[in-house]
Nanobody, 127 residues
Framework: QVQLVESGGGLVHAGGSLRLSCAAS??????????IAWFRQAPGKEREGISC????????YYTDSVKGRFTSSRDNRNNRGYLEMNSLKPEDTAVYYC??????????????????WGQGTQVTVSE
């Protein structure tokens, strides 16, 4: 059984930074084959795609609202993904989720492309 656990959220002031982690367990093939995506969901809002890092070094995509501020990375040896968030704004407040899928083309990624989610981690940015 594959499971995902997000961590690293917290409360920060506007302009601050956080680094989120996504730990995958139960993965049976090389983690290099998986796309790793991050989504967020604020109260009353739909789940929004933040980033998607393709497997096999095929590129990373970011939504316009976080370009230049957020950076995705990964550690394939330890089945882990990261999301570095800088220059945080109050509108970044949300529960952040990671998800993975093997062989996915990240161009145009959407929630329906993924079937496995963690519990999420809360990010709150105060003014």
């Amino acid at each position: 059984q594959v499971q995902l656990v997000e961590s690293g959220g917290g409360l920060v002031h506007a302009g601050g930074s956080l680094r989120l982690s996504c730990a995958a367990s139960g993965v049976t093939m090389s983690f290099d084959y998986y796309a790793i995506a991050w989504f967020r969901q604020a109260p009353g809002k739909e789940r929004e795609g933040i980033s998607c890092m393709s497997g096999n070094n095929r590129g990373t995509y970011y939504t316009d609202s976080v370009k230049g501020r957020f950076t995705s990375s990964r550690d394939n040896r330890n089945n882990r993904g990261y999301l570095e968030m800088n220059s945080l704004k109050p509108e970044d407040t949300a529960v952040y989720y990671c998800t993975i899928r093997q062989f996915l083309d990240c161009s145009g990624f959407a929630p329906e492309d993924f079937g496995l989610w963690g519990q999420g981690t809360q990010v709150t940015v105060s003014e």
